[in-house]
């Protein structure tokens, strides 16, 4: 059973930056497309970004021009990487393998303004 391992999450200011790292215990990015979500207290989870196994990107527009995704797929991980960071990006960041229907266990980002 591949598993997807978050971390990079913190505590940070308004306006500072964090990367978000989803570590996989099995070489599973060339076979599937990966995401990020996060989910806010007392909202639903929302999309953030997605990387298809080209390569190819996409964001929501709440964070495009401020974070980017992207795989180092030799060391079986997803990066996010957020700039210019905004109280409201506060969430629990989860990792997503849409192929696999798998999960990661999520990693706190907080905002301060």
């Known amino acids: 059973q591949v598993q997807l391992v978050e971390s990079g999450g913190g505590l940070v200011q308004a306006g500072g930056s964090l990367r978000l790292s989803c570590a996989a215990s099995g070489s599973i990015f060339s076979m599937t497309t990966m995401a990020w979500y996060r989910q806010a207290p007392g909202k639903q989870r929302e999309l953030v970004a997605t990387i298809t196994r080209g390569g190819s990107t996409n964001y929501a527009d709440s964070v495009k021009g401020r974070f980017t995704i992207s795989g180092d797929y030799a060391k079986n991980t997803v990066y996010l990487q957020m700039n210019s960071l905004k109280p409201e990006d506060t969430a629990v960041y989860y990792c997503?393998?849409?192929?696999?229907?798998?999960w990661g266990q999520g990693t706190q980002v907080t905002v301060s303004s």
């Open positions: 997503h393998a849409l192929a696999f229907g798998i």
